[in-house]
């Protein structure tokens, strides 16, 4: 499969991202356990630390100022590990407690305690490592609040390591994005890190539902777009996929 169409793109330059970021943590992790059955995914470790850590060292090294934690699976235990071990940032906690409500229902709930657009949106389950540069910053260069409701980060589907899927998108010269057809291959995957404005949740369904639909609705009006990661990135989803990224990680 060919990725160079997306090397005609000008190189973002880093400036600083948005002060806020929703961080994801809500998932019931199905597909970690057993690990998952006394203990939420975000703190699963990996390299000697919860993946939820590795996040958070992420937000502060790009000098994110506040970050809003959605709970709900096994939600106290996050919320004590959040209040003993993270510092150097403002936490507030989104809760669902009472109802799951997927990535865009939980993005949606928080839109008041995020209050402000555009906002970086981060899986809690994601462990990257940056490339030349400071990914997030690299991302917020790239942001164009006059052609994008969202920019999400993408990583080349042969550098997507311990991840099984055929890629989520294909990519025009300019950064635009499209999904991959049904059957076929696309060389892109999404690697859980973007940047939003609240325009992506305009009219968007109460209750649970997912971004994907908002995507879609951004996509057709040509304003869903997206920045490949020049580092590395995990998909950290399953058992043997910790011990595959921590031999990665330690042998460089």
Known sequence: MSVSKPMSIRPAEGRDPPETAMVLAAGLGK????????????????AGQPLLD??????????????????????DALEAHLRRHVSGIDVTVSDERQ?????????AK????IGQSPFLVVNSDNLWID?????????AGR???????????????????????QGDFHMDPRGRLTRRRPGRVA????????IMSDRLLADAPGGAFSLNPMWDRAM???????????????????????????TVLVNG
């Not at 928080?110 to 305690?113: E, G, R, S």
């Not at 060389?187 to 973007?194: D, K, L, N, R, S």
Request: glycine letters at 10%; proline letters at 8%; hydrophobic letters at 45%.
């Open 31 to 46: 597909r970690m356990r057993p690990l998952t059955a006394t203990r939420p995914k975000p703190l699963v470790e990996v």
């Open 54 to 75: 590795h996040v958070f060292d992420r937000l502060k090294a790009a000098g994110v100022k506040r970050a809003v934690v959605n709970v709900h699976y096994l939600a």
């Open 99 to 107: 109802a799951l409500l997927e990535t865009g229902g939980g993005v």
């Open 110 to 113: 928080a839109l008041p305690l």
């Open 131 to 139: 490339g030349p540069s400071d990914t997030l910053r690299m991302l």
């Open 143 to 165: 942001w164009d609040d006059a052609t994008m409701d969202a920019l999400l980060l993408l990583v080349p589907l042969a550098r997507a390591n311990c991840h099984r899927g």
């Open 187 to 194: 060389p892109f995957v999404f690697t859980g890190i973007q």
């Open 220 to 246: 057709a009006a040509g304003r869903l777009w997206g920045l490949v990661h020049q580092g590395l990135w995990f998909d950290v989803g399953t058992p043997p996929a910790i011990r595959q990224t921590e």
